[in-house]
Every structure is written in C-alpha cells, then in structure tokens.
C-alpha cells in the first residue's frame, strides 16, 4: 500500500500502482469525469501513470492552470499532426502550452501556411480528436531517438535529444503521431471538443535569428465549443477596451517617433486624468504620514554602482551620459530608491523620528526593446507612484500591513475588486540573482508572509520572483475581462541601507540600521492608467472621468443659459463643458456617448424659463429634468459613491 497526500493534507492509502484517476474515483465519480491531469509530488503525471511510492497528489481539471496546461499541450500534439495530413514533408520542432492556448513551431521549407488554411486545419483537428485516441508515453534510448530523427531529417528534434541524458527520453504517441516529449497529457484526444487557430508567425529556431526562421501556428482549444465561443467573444470585446484605441479616441495620450518609441506624450485631457489620480494618493499618503520629495532624473553611475542596480540591470538601461569632465558618467535613472537613500541620509535620525516615509512621483527610465514596446504598458519612460519607509526592525510588521491598507483602499476606489496577492521570494537555487545573506531574506520574507497571513490576504508564494534586493508582495489583479495584471507591488528591504550605510540612533545610544519597504499601489502611472482603461471600457469613475457633463444647447439662443449653467456648475467643482457646435442635437448625443462623458444636459427654450436642465446619462438615456441645484446634489453624491476616504 502506497499513502496519497491531498491537497487538503487528508492522507489516503491505495494499492501500489494505482493512478491518478483511481485516486480521483475514490473521491467521486464526477471529479473522475472533469479529472484530465495530475501532479505528483510537484512532478507532472499522466492521469493513467501508475504511483509506486508514498507522496503528494493533485488532481487538475480544466478550471485550473495545471489542467488547462495539460490541455493545450494535448492540443499541440492534435495540431501537429493535423499540419502533417497537409504538409507531410514539415519538420517538426516544439509545440509548448502558453498563457491562452498554444503553438507549434514548424520548418515547412518552401510551403507556407496562411489564413485560408485555418479551417482545413481545424476539421482535420477535430477529425483526429474524434478518434479519441489515448496519449501514452513510453521511454527511448538516445541512440534509437535519434536514428529516428535522423532518418526523418529532422536537425532540430536531433539538436534537442543531443543535450537530453540517456534513460531520461521520452515519446508520446497517439493515434499514428509520434513526438519528443516530456509529458503533462489529457487521457485522450477525444476531450478536446473546440478548436481555432488564431493566427501564424515567424520565429527563429530557439530565438535566435541567426538560426532558421520558422513557422509558429497559435491555436487555442477548449472541452467544449460553448467556452471557445464565449472565449472569442471575449477577444471581441478586448479590440474595443484596447487602451491603446481608446487612449486615442478619448484623446489622453499619444506617441511620437519624432520623441522616441515608448515615450508617451499626455494630451491635455489625459494630464488632467493623471493629476486626478495622483492627488487621490497623495491626499491618503498625507493621511498616512508620507512626506513628499523630488529627485533628478539622472545620477551619477557610481550612485547605482553602489545600489546594484548597474550590476543587474545596466546593460540594459540607457548608456551612460559623458560630461566634458574626463571620467564622469551619469545615468537616467532607472530607480527612485537609491536617491532616496541619499534623502535619508541628509541629516542623523533617532529612533524616535523613524519611521520616515518619503513619497515621490517619479519618473524613470529603462530601455525597452523595441519588439517588447505595448502602448501604455510597456514604455521606456514611465512614472513610479513610488515611496520608502525607513523604520526600525520593530516597526516593520506594522508599517507593512499599513500599506496593504493604502493599496487595498486604492483598488477599492478605482474599482478592482477581483485580485490575489503573490509573495515574490528568492529562488534559493541561484543565489547569485540576488544581494544580501541568507539571514536577512529569510527574516524578510517570513515579515511579508507574516504580514499578508494577518490581513487575511488571498495569497501564494512565487519561489525565484524576488527583486535582486528583496522579497515582495505583488497584487495581481484581475479586470473586466478575466484577465490578471500585475499593479500594486510592496518589498522589504535590508539590503540598500546597508549599500547605503543607513543608521539611526537606538534607545541604547549606538547605531542601527534601518529597515527599508519599498511601495507603489500604482506601480507605474503608465501601465495603471492602461489597465484601468481596459477595465472600466474608458468609462471611468464619475471623480476621476476627465469630463463629467457637456451641456448641449438646442440652439446658439440658449447659448447664455448654457454658461450661467456652466459656472454653476464649474462653482461646485464639477467639471462640465459647452458643445456649442452648429449640429443637430442628435448628433450631440451621439458624439458625447461616444466621449463617454456620463452626464449630459439638454439646454431649451423650457428649461431657460424655468430655470431648470433635462439631463441623460451616458448608456442609459434619458434622467428627467433638474434644478440647477437638484443636478449639482445629484453628481456630488454620485461622485461620493465612487470614492471612498482613507
């Protein structure tokens, strides 16, 4: 008898050479029907392998990420062979599971694969899937892999068996496809019941362009065709929210090749946004106790010498600026932190002034490679909500979860309710990733578990995920669409007061050394900004939105009324603004919905006389009519909704 550890930490006994899905059949039938992969003691199994020894088992279906990896990776192998009916002389090379889906890597020499051939592709797909034909695996010899290889005039499959190690080699095999493979299957084909091939690429053979360029199928599939459907409809509505679109139509930000890739350029409109949203943090960081500072956007090279950054990240920052002083270099910066370790040390601090918490809007810079630049979320000049704490050892726990705090009343503010968070620690196996010892990252990370275990935080611990200075806490959260981003991010730090030789007084006299937490609930202002773009549709919450009410007049005779309605309302700080185009006022509406202003007020002979405004709110029409007063109550306690205090 074999004992099998639940995810649960309930332990089961079974007969040795039982498999994952008897296990599964002891827990219900019905999860032995969704069961379509497994992993065992942290080691990917098929569903049918049978289990020899004492260990840890998790069942995976298609709901979670271990399942939808098994999935796809099934599904690569399907369109591998379905490429093969069409192309029979293709080389095959890899075909990994991703994020959304999979692809398949093919050298089809002088042939090519267009979009015309997608549908053929797909019904041979699920032709073969039909079949439901079982993925079984089976080890091979090095030398009789690659004879098969060989005699196939495969080079790239020969080039993977020859860095693999004899009695480590695998094939999987279904129906009359075989392929290298490691393994991670569903039990049969048969399960995938959805297919589409999203598009095709070129990709060289192992990233490198001085290698074959090859031919990358992307394809996405799914158990049943209700979710492939509900999937593109998904995609659909992503081209609308796509912020670089609607950055654009609302006229917030825009780029320059004349400035340079990955610089944005704020519209009026979208500075105004911006400031918003900087100002609702900095009234709750005033609340908190931060105090506000500014620091160059360039520093001497010997300032990030001694922070480390140079040493991990100068090759890939901009190149040092040269002064006419012979030796003297500077760098745009790339972090705020090492200048504000220089802010710390202005002056000696007693335990008694700590802690100190010094906040800054600042912007930095890294070089991006042009193939990775994304609109708003991947730029080379971005603005980091950016603070750091300086407190005594005791102090930590509590100032940590003060932050959490900030961060989560951000989310709540801004709508984003849906996220996890992620404790980032060091990968313990690559010890040359990071600075510092091994004391003080274990005493760090424990604080931020510790911490996140208090707050009653929805968390998972991410091994290698760490900064090069400390572990953190990531917020990934989730949008409108599902998808998962991440934004808030919260680290503890004992290495940089250290590069930095940091003190403070202690109660006994002597000298101590700081403890350092880095914190942005934004993260970047660029990349926030984009997210919540793509989240609210570009319909904002009603305090932020740039515009909060365009009035429209019927007529140029109501144009007057129109402004003694504008400064009434521009009295009470509401944002509004006159459409006094000479267009029907259909045409009015039509543009507003478009702008996605959320209040509009139709200004007519009858509301003149009677001093009042008839008001239609974006997407859902028309409100009824107000007094100017009545109107301006309405959008205080509609605005108050949105925001919450601190």
Known sequence: MIKIT????????FAQNSTAIDVA???????????????????????????????????????????????????????????????????????????????????????????????????????????????????????????LYKNENNPYKVELIENLTDGDITFCDHSTFTDLCRGGHV????IIKAIKIMNVAGAYWRGDEKNNQLTRVYGI?????????????????????????????????????????????????????????????????????????????????????????????????FQAIKTPKM????????????????????KPYSYKDLPKRFAEFGTVYRYEQSGELHGLTRVRGFTQDDAHIFCTPEQLDQEFKDVIDLVLYVF????????????????????????????????????????????KLDFVIEEGEAAFYGPKLDFMVKDALGRSWQLGTIQVDYNLPKRFDLTYKGADNQSHRPVMIHRAPFGSMERFIAVLLEHTGGNFPLWLTPDQVILLPISDKYQKYSEKVLESLENSEIRALVDNRNEKTGRKIRDAEVSKIPFMVIVGEKEEQEGTVSVRKHGEGDMGTFTIEEFISLIQTEEAKTLKTF
């Open 6 to 13: 639940l995810p649960d930490g309930s332990i089961k006994e």
């Open 25 to 147: 059949k002891s827990i219900s039938e019905g999860l032995a029907r969704n069961v379509i992969s497994a992993t065992f003691n942290d080691t990917t199994v098929e569903t049918t392998t049978p289990l020899i020894s004492d260990g840890s088992l998790v069942l995976h279906t298609f709901n979670d990420e271990g399942g939808k990896k098994a999935f796809w990776h099934s599904s690569a192998h399907v369109l591998a062979e379905a490429i093969l009916s069409f192309h029979p002389n293709a080389k095959l090379t890899i075909g990994p599971a991703i994020d959304n889906g999979f692809y398949y890597d093919v050298d089809l020499g002088e042939e090519i694969i267009s979009e015309k051939d997608f549908k053929d592709i797909e019904n041979k797909f699920l032709e073969i899937a039909r079949g439901k034909h079982e993925f079984k695996m089976r080890e091979v010899s090095k030398d009789d892999a690659l004879s």
């Open 187 to 190: 039990p049969h084909t048969g």
């Open 221 to 317: 599939s799914f158990p049943k065709q209700k979710m492939l459907t509900e999937y593109l409809e998904l995609l659909e509505e992503a081209k609308k929210r796509d912020h670089r679109k609607l950055g654009k139509e609302l006229e917030l930000f825009t780029f320059s090749q004349k400035v340079g890739a990955g610089l944005p350029l704020w519209l009026p409109k979208g500075a105004a946004l911006r400031s918003r949203l900087e100002d609702f943090l900095k009234k709750a960081q005033k609340k908190a106790g931060y105090e506000m500072v500014m620091t160059p956007h360039i520093g001497q090279k010997e300032l990030y010498v001694t922070s480390g950054h140079y040493e991990k990240y100068g090759e890939d920052s």
């Open 327 to 346: 030796d003297e270099e500077f760098l745009l910066k790339p972090m705020n932190c090492p200048h504000h370790c220089e802010v710390y040390n202005f």
């Open 412 to 455: 709540g503010s801004l709508g984003f309710e849906d996220f996890t968070a992620q404790v980032s620690v060091r990968d313990k196996s690559n010890p040359d990733k990071y600075i510092g010892d091994t004391q003080t990252w274990d005493i760090a990370e424990k604080a931020i578990i510790n911490a996140a275990t208090d707050k």
